[in-house]
């Protein structure tokens, strides 16, 4: 849906007027990102795909993506740093990967320290839509292995290459995707890859093919066996002979201890080195594809000191990149074992802990895992280094987490105890007089954004129907993130008088509803210098809300008047000097690089006295989390719930939450601009099913259950309302009614891991072992186990533990 007010109404002008802000000369600090799946990636749509599964940097895996740059192809390479636990840890690494393609495009996945791809890879497309095309093709091999017993179950063949290899094969991802899905469910993937892969060949002989004649892919293992053969390199191609046949293989597999001799001669001949890393001055510049990222990556591996590969990752932060800086960091410690390259890299970026702490089953290794990340966190916060406040953050988070809330918050006190106060302001700095804010205050309204949605029409036309002008900062820019959204802000707010009133707002959810006066009357009543609109959650941070207090001074989780308790970062208005002297703060905070709501929130707990929230929402209304109907009526005006001539409404939160709801209003003000009517009047519910959300956090259970239920009316597929009634019949006690909603959300999505997860966990607690609603239960976690890696032991001693009573 298109929300850009239309070019007929009287309302609003066809013509949308956006003030672009030059930000020429400004070098905000881009953000770093956690070091948990990377993926060299060549992007967009292209006639193959090629990836890898590899968890440690070795040189033998560049040899194979640089084997791929020669030919111009890339290689996605998957789970570098993540934790090995065995064959299906790659099966399900390329399953997530060939899920999010299109059905009929071609991948080629390939072993990842023992393969080389020639420079003529780009003919395997062809090869593969004139000999194989709707098959899954596989390398094949001289010994059936693991399990000789199978060679009577193959075709007859008098090829030597006749028996399946699983360290490479090619086919469409439809295809694909459907065998990675079975053969995930055999037992025999824990022992050995080949052989799930040998028995979903022999079960489908019809869909699967074999490269008897090493036409594709070549083999290594057993070579000295195959008589004539011979396997050369000449720059071009490799050159391969077996008997009488002579083939020009797209992939060279050194498969076995003798596969592995002879993979490194090659290696070294194809490459011109003295060992199995590659030289890239031996490569013509433009056989080496820019979206390839190994040149600039690849070095720091070779360095083993400290400083040296701390320069290396300074010289990438330097020039904008501190993503790769610490990967730099990272893939330094893997290659050398360093610890003070650990500790350097823990400094940089220390990974949020709430990605770990999350559980929905009852994980006996939780709490374990947890004070695993409390000890290490604590060994990296001792140091006296600014990233430290990133670990702090991490030990206040894990604390709450874990149930203990009183050392959560005490954790948050002493972040706020330390937090810097940096004293830049605009013009005539602290000596300025301020002047109060009136009629004819001067009102500049401000908003960041690189690229021209329509919901950035929506707003800067909501704010002309009012006689505004929205001043768009960074068009055309590349977003770097929130770092970047702080510095355009102050230098926004730093070119203008000091005491003139700016309104900074989020772009892209964000609609006004009142003109100038309305904002500085308002601004002009709260009596402060900074105006936070408010929300009704304390994001990013649970643990923290104790340390706010709300507008009557008692605690932020009572009852009262105020149904926004905590701060919402997406819109501010204040003075432009008060606005400077916060951001110049606010960019301080390392804590800036993972949320801003978090380093805007502990700003405002830290300046009680001069920072204000809009409890009340009479001025800002936050759109996630609320339960009231809405109005929108002729001016536009719009009212929600109690509150009327709400100037500005935020829609945050995607999806189904307030991002929805503010789409519903962005059409409401629409219809009504249309409308010939006087007193044209839309009436606009929240969504559903984030009312019922925010129904269930608020404890009323009943309209939860009602709300989700009428949700399914409109949409009985809806698989997350379906899911929510099985947890909170699971809540109340009301087994069969639970499991009845468990079971209808799994018909719908099969794979929806936490209702797997907890109809397993119901099914564990409410028969007996030996029953066979027990043993399904059993097979349930078994299937969440090979969908969630990371949480694999949890549920399998969760199953165990059941069984022991």
């Known amino acids: 849906v298109q929300h850009v007010f239309s070019g007929d109404s009287t309302a609003a002008s066809s013509t949308i007027r956006k003030h672009i802000i030059s930000t020429n000369g400004l070098t905000p600090t881009p953000p770093p990102e956690a070091f948990l799946h990377y993926v060299f990636h060549a992007g967009g749509s292209t006639p193959l795909k090629v990836a890898t599964v590899a968890t440690t940097p070795k040189p033998e895996l560049f040899n194979m993506v640089n084997s791929a740059a020669i030919a111009g192809v890339s290689v996605d390479v998957l789970g570098l740093g993540e934790e090995w636990e065995g064959n299906p840890t790659k099966v399900k690494m390329y399953r997530a990967y060939v899920s999010r393609m299109e059905s009929d495009q071609l991948v080629l996945l390939a072993d990842a320290y023992d393969v080389l791809l020639s420079p003529e890879l780009r003919k395997i497309v062809n090869v593969y839509e004139e000999r194989w095309e709707g098959k899954i093709l596989f390398g094949g091999e001289v010994r059936c292995w693991p399990d000789a017993s199978f060679e009577p179950l193959y075709p007859p063949s008098s090829s030597q290459f006749r028996f399946l290899n699983s360290g490479s094969y090619l086919g469409r991802a439809g295809a694909v995707l459907k065998m990675l899905d079975e053969v995930l469910g055999y037992a025999s993937l824990l022992v050995s890859d080949q052989r799930a892969f040998t028995r979903y060949m022999l079960l489908n002989l019809e869909q699967v093919s074999i490269d008897e004649d090493a036409e594709v892919f070549r083999s290594l293992h057993m070579h000295a066996s195959v008589p004539g053969a011979n396997l050369e390199f000449d720059y071009d191609n490799f050159i391969a002979t077996a008997g009488d046949i002579t083939n020009y293989p797209l992939l060279v597999h050194g498969n076995g201890n003798d596969g592995n001799r002879y993979y490194a001669t090659i290696a070294k001949t194809m490459f011109q080195a003295s060992d199995t890393s590659f030289d890239f001055s031996e490569v013509p510049t433009e056989k080496i594809r820019d979206n390839v990222r190994i040149a600039s990556l690849g070095g720091p591996l070779s360095i083993s000191d ?23 960091l990272y893939w330094g410690y893997v290659s050398t074992k360093n610890p003070a390259i650990l500790t350097e890299y823990a400094r940089w970026f220390a990974g949020e802990a709430c990605a770990f702490c999350t559980s929905s089953v009852k994980d006996p290794a939780l709490p374990r895992r947890l004070r695993t990340f409390l000890d290490r966190f604590g060994r990296y916060s001792m140091g006296d280094d600014e990233w430290r406040e990133l670990t702090e953050f991490n030990i206040a988070v894990t604390h709450h987490w874990l149930g203990e809330k009183d050392q959560s918050t005490e954790a948050y006190r002493k972040i706020l105890e330390k937090t810097p106060d940096i004293g830049t302001v605009a013009e005539g700095g602290d000596n300025e007089v301020v002047q109060e804010v009136t009629d004819s205050t001067p009102l500049h309204i401000a908003a960041v954004a690189t690229q021209d949605r329509p919901e950035l029409s929506n707003l800067v036309n909501s704010a002309q129907v009012h006689g505004l002008v929205v001043d768009v900062l960074g068009m055309g820019d590349v977003y770097l993130g929130n770092s970047q959204k702080v510095a355009y802000f102050g230098e926004y707010t730093s070119n203008l008088p000091s005491n003139d009133l700016v309104l900074l707002v989020d772009a892209y959810d964000v609609l006004l509803f009142s003109g100038a006066n309305a904002l500085k009357g308002n601004f002009a009543k709260s009596g402060c210098k900074v105006l936070f609109a408010g929300e009704t959650s304390s994001y990013p941070d649970l643990g923290i809300a104790p340390l706010y207090k709300d507008g009557n001074g008692g605690d932020a989780g009572s009852a009262g008047p105020h149904k926004y308790l905590y701060l919402n970062s997406g ?53 996630h989390g609320v339960t009231e109907h809405s109005i929108v009526s002729k001016g536009p005006k719009f009212a929600l719930g109690d509150a009327r001539d709400v100037a500005v409404v935020h829609g945050n939160a995607g999806g189904l939450g307030g991002k929805k709801f503010y789409e519903e209003i962005a ?35 009943t309209r939860a259950l009602d709300l989700f239920k009428k949700n399914l009316v409109g949409d009985p597929e809806h698989v997350e309302s379906l899911y929510n009634l099985g947890v909170i019949y699971a809540e109340t006690k009301n087994w069969d009614s639970a499991r009845s909603w468990y079971e209808e959300c799994l018909s719908i999505d099969e794979r929806y891991l936490n209702c797997i997860v907890n109809l397993g966990v119901l099914l564990l607690e409410k028969f007996k072992d030996g029953d066979a609603e027990f043993r399904r239960g059993v097979m349930l976690l078994r299937k969440a186990a090979g969908l969630d890696m990371k949480r694999r032991d949890s549920f399998l001693a969760y199953i165990e533990a059941a069984q022991q009573g």
């Open 306 to 328: 400290l400083d040296g590969v701390i320069a290396v990752a300074n010289e990438m932060a330097a020039r904008g990149r501190f993503d790769e800086g610490a990967k730099t």
């Open 667 to 701: 059409n409401a003000m629409i219809t009504v601009a249309k409308s010939n009517e006087p007193e044209a009047v839309v009436e606009v519910p929240p969504p559903l099913y984030s009312s019922a959300v925010a129904s269930y956090k608020k404890g009323d259970i």
């Open 571 to 623: 819109v501010i208005l204040g003075r432009a000097g008060d606005l400077c002297k916060m951001m110049a703060t606010v960019s301080s905070y390392k804590s800036l690089y993972l949320s801003d709501q978090r380093s805007f929130v502990r700003y405002y707990l830290t300046h009680r006295s001069s920072v204000s929230l809009d409890h009340s929402g009479t001025l800002f209304a936050t759109l």
